[in-house]
């Protein structure tokens, strides 16, 4: 009977995950030479992006740098409150600098969630305001669907976008900083005396993949925005939510390898209209459009559900007035964004060239900020950690010469809610240690560990602050 009932309580679980599963998978693939869509599932469902949200931190700070705001070697200070952010991160200590340079290939190879918020206090002043930044931007770029409420895709429910919006942050960012662009192919680096790898497992696998990002939170699954050049083909590739980064990544180079032959060897011009060099003006701009927009995490989204809307109904709905001072206020001299037929190519749907067919939005739910608002279909976790940010979790502790471990279970989730708790009450000596949940093999166990240490007194020391919190633990050599 025993057995019986574990047996069963195994396939509800599998049940379960399925479901959860295709409740947050989308898919697409577009020619990024033409605007083609070559394949498109759910693309323009709301979904959690999880680390894809570096994408727009990358894109605002790459544009930092061409309006001459900040160069490579720019040092960016580390507040406390970057520093505390939760893994995967650089460690990097309060009070201290991290350059652009370094920045930029933490968020490529490590997606590291503090150096995100070094990039965000240093443009926006805050990570609140320069998530108003990064949802102006994002709407400026077509990006109809897409609210950001951080600036490295921590859990937060209001934080959304769509496969094709995030396709379309994809072709801009090569667009649009083209020498810039090529860090995304880095496969590792040093970082003051850490060999970093990237979590991009594509980039060197599949023949012509030179980016771009992967990203995970309990809430989405696994994610992907991948982009293919072979010299005259161009496409790029969204995935969301994978039950494993391994099968996310079988399905990307299944969709880039069916697909790349239909695409065109003729670009027909940038799909996203080139960005002009504006300077410090552009930073003015960008304040003045994040002021403009609503409270944070309140930043309205179209709605199409139960009627037919045309692209031009669909532009005006996007920009608040009608399409043709949408477009005009979009393309004028001095602040040229995006283009009619980019807008045309962001916001069509499917074969539709002329109408839109709706699908039914999500059903509108509480928040925590008092108002009814759509949020995508997947629950939000319980622990706000983005566990592992790619599932790369032996890699946040390869650099660690001693761990701490607290419990072992079988709940991967439980093990980081009791690693956060025990951070919470024992505070600043586990300041800098990082919460790792880490899987034993084919037990079906994860230990609870804190990694960061570097020699044994400093783990047994942290050991000591958690036993007069009540907590049993030991330190071990990694």
């Known amino acids: ?34 605007g083609k869509v070559l394949f498109s599932d759910d693309a323009d469902e709301l979904r959690f992006p999880a680390s894809l949200t570096k994408m727009m931190t990358l894109y605002m700070l790459f544009e930092a740098m061409h309006d001459g705001r900040v160069n490579l070697s720019t040092p960016m200070k580390v507040s406390a409150y970057a520093s505390a952010r939760p893994p995967t991160k650089l460690r990097l200590q309060p009070g201290s600098t991290l ?6 290939l933490g968020l ?3 997606s590291a969630n503090d150096a995100s918020v ?5 443009l926006g002043g805050s990570e609140a305001r320069f998530a108003q930044m990064m949802t102006a931007k994002a709407h400026q770029l077509g990006m109809s669907r897409t609210v ?7 859990p937060n429910e209001n934080q959304h976008s769509t496969a094709r919006d995030m396709a379309t942050l994809g072709i801009a960012l090569r667009e649009h900083f083209p020498s810039e662009y090529r860090f995304f192919s880095t496969k590792s680096f040093n970082f003051r005396g850490r ?3 990237s979590h991009n497992k594509l980039v060197g696998r599949v023949k012509g993949v030179d980016g771009i990002k992967t990203g995970y939170i309990n809430a989405s699954g696994f994610n992907l925005v991948s982009s293919l050049f072979d010299g005259d083909r161009k496409i790029v590739g969204v995935v969301f939510g994978g039950n494993t980064a391994a099968a996310r990544d079988n399905e990307m180079a299944k969709l880039l390898a069916k697909y790349l032959p239909s695409a065109s060897t003729r670009s027909a011009g940038p799909l996203v209209a080139e960005r002009k060099r504006s300077g410090r003006v552009n930073a003015d701009i960008q304040v003045a459009a994040a002021s403009a927009l609503p409270a944070a995490g309140n ?9 037919k809307v045309s692209i031009n109904e669909r532009i005006a709905e996007a920009y608040g007035s009608s ?22 190519a962001a916001l069509a749907s499917r074969q539709d060239a002329d109408l839109v067919r709706p699908t039914a939005a999500p059903a509108p739910v509480a928040t925590a900020y008092g108002e009814n608002r759509p949020v995508p279909r997947a629950a939000i976790p319980s622990a706000d950690l983005d566990a592992g940010t790619t599932g790369a979790v032996a890699e946040e502790t390869a650099g660690s010469p001693w761990v701490v471990q607290i419990a072992a279970t079988a709940d991967r989730s439980q093990a980081l809610q009791m690693l956060n708790d025990a951070k919470d009450k024992v505070g600043k000596p586990l300041a800098r240690a990082m919460p790792v949940a880490q899987r034993v093999g084919a037990q079906g166990l994860y230990r609870a560990r804190f990694a960061g240490f570097d020699t044994k007194d400093a783990a047994n020391a942290a050991c000591a602050a958690l036993k007069k919190r009540s907590y049993s633990c030991f330190a071990v050599a990694n």
């Open 1 to 34: 009977m025993v057995k019986s009932a574990g047996a069963l309580g195994v396939a509800l679980a599998l049940l379960t995950q399925g479901a959860e599963a295709a409740g947050r998978h989308s898919a697409f693939v577009i020619d990024a030479n033409n």
């Open 99 to 104: 350059t652009v340079q370094e920045a930029i």
């Open 108 to 110: 490529v190879t490590l």
């Open 118 to 122: 070094v990039i965000a206090e240093h």
């Open 148 to 154: 950001f409420r951080n600036a490295n895709g921590l």
């Open 195 to 197: 060999t970093i790898n």
């Open 299 to 307: 930043a309205p989204v179209p709605q199409f559900a139960d009627r």
């Open 323 to 344: 399409a043709g001072d949408a477009i005009a206020r979009v393309t004028k001299p001095g602040r040229q964004v995006i283009g009619r037929d980019a807008i045309r």
